[in-house]
């Protein structure tokens, strides 16, 4: 986020808006401002102008956009006493984010920046979700989100020559499940042809959002069985179980997420209270997402060793760890979420092997073919080897 900050709100021509809820809105135009002026914003100002006349430019970079940008705090506890407060700014942040980051020279930047920071952390693949929110240019052109797919795989291909080992991205394409079922039928058909056109480089779909105050997939299932009835297959990655209630919609979207054949689960946090879900699943080789951080600071758990996924992990379950949204949570890359997994999660017993099977099964659980598996995997391998060489041999 401080590349965001320090680099991005400083580029030409950069509006911001306050809402009538303290939250900033972002905006990129010339040679007039952004036009129509949101119906909940005060005026369009220029971020260039407004730093002119500011004394202290460094005080509002940090406290005024940057916190803008994350959920990072100094007393937690207090800023966020419950799961609604901190939901409700998680949300605000990806909506402030989404007029800098979608402006087409920022959104190349963007992409090449992100993959350099995994990159640095030693992940060579990635899928990520996205809702691939419309990209625009500074006269206010909106490209389609076929536009914005060759994009990712143009900074990928860039990405990848320039770095060694790189194996390269997949996206899942995604939608809100706060929407009403006609926008997901579009959605979802909007995914099918996206797979349709780009099959190497767009994976599957999902729904993503608050799982405790949207729609269950079951409120979907007309709209997520479109593919099927169309003899289409389009993968699903659904989020399911993300919650610590019990017998909700939310708890439900486990069972559903089995019966959709969803290829992962995003979460599971709930997962262990459903010994048949988990018995079917498991029999299925369903992998659960597991993002530590994300369901710490999301108030699911505050103590790692009582996280859901001990039991999992303990019992030999199949999963993988996901960094979720790390930006916002003030993380860098995999390697916190692996932390806290190897730390909290593992426990005592875990040691050198836990680590490798986590990493493994990233890869085997991944949405890239059986070849492209069996490639990335003796590339992973040989890396590995020379980690615990090194590891034997000790410091220098």
């Known amino acids: 986020m401080d590349w965001l900050v320090k680099n991005v709100t400083y580029r030409p021509h950069c509006y911001f808006c306050h809402t009538r809820k303290g939250t900033m809105l972002f905006r990129f135009a010339h040679p007039s401002p952004p036009k129509p002026e949101p119906a909940e914003c005060s005026e369009w100002v220029l971020l260039e102008k407004v730093r002119k006349g500011l004394q202290n430019v460094t005080e509002f970079d940090q406290s005024s956009l940057l916190r803008s940008f994350t959920l990072v705090t100094e007393s937690p506890q207090v800023t966020y006493a419950n799961q609604d407060m901190v939901w409700a700014k998680f949300q605000t942040i990806f909506l402030s984010l989404s007029g800098l980051v979608n402006h087409a020279p920022v959104f190349r930047d963007y992409i090449f920046r992100g993959l350099e920071e995994f990159y640095q952390d030693n992940v060579l693949y990635l899928e990520l979700r996205t809702t691939l929110f419309p990209v625009y240019e500074l006269n206010g052109t909106v490209h389609s989100l076929e536009w914005s797919v060759r994009t990712y795989e143009e900074v990928a291909r860039a990405f990848a020559e320039k770095h060694p080992g790189f194996i390269g991205i997949k996206l899942i394409y995604s939608d809100h499940r706060f929407k009403n079922v006609s926008c997901i039928k579009k959605s979802v058909q909007t995914a099918m042809k996206l797979r349709a056109q780009f099959p190497r480089m767009v994976a599957g779909f999902d729904l993503v959002g608050r799982e405790d105050t949207g729609h269950s997939l079951y409120y979907y299932r007309e709209a997520l069985m479109i593919p099927a009835l169309h003899g289409v297959k389009l993968p699903y990655f659904f989020h399911a179980g993300e919650t610590d209630w019990q017998g909700t919609a939310a708890d439900g979207n486990l069972l559903d997420a089995l019966l959709l054949n ?53 019992t030999g379950y199949p999963m993988v760890i996901s960094s979720d949204d790390p930006a916002a949570f003030g993380a860098k890359g995999l390697s916190h979420d692996f932390y806290e997994a190897f730390m909290g999660i593992g426990g005592v017993t875990a040691d050198l092997r836990t680590l490798k099977q986590l990493a493994m099964n990233s890869l085997k659980y991944s949405a890239l073919s059986e070849g492209e598996k069996k490639v990335a995997m003796e590339a992973w391998e040989e890396r590995w080897h020379k980690f615990v060489a090194e590891l034997a041999r000790g410091p220098e």
Do not use: Y
């Open 262 to 314: 969803s290829t992962r689960i995003g979460h599971g946090f709930a997962l262990s209270k459903h010994p048949a879900v988990w018995a079917d699943s498991w029999k299925k080789d369903i992998p659960v997402e597991v993002c530590p951080i994300s369901n710490q600071v999301l108030k699911l758990v505050s103590d790692m060793r009582n996280h859901p996924a001990a039991v999992l992990m303990a």
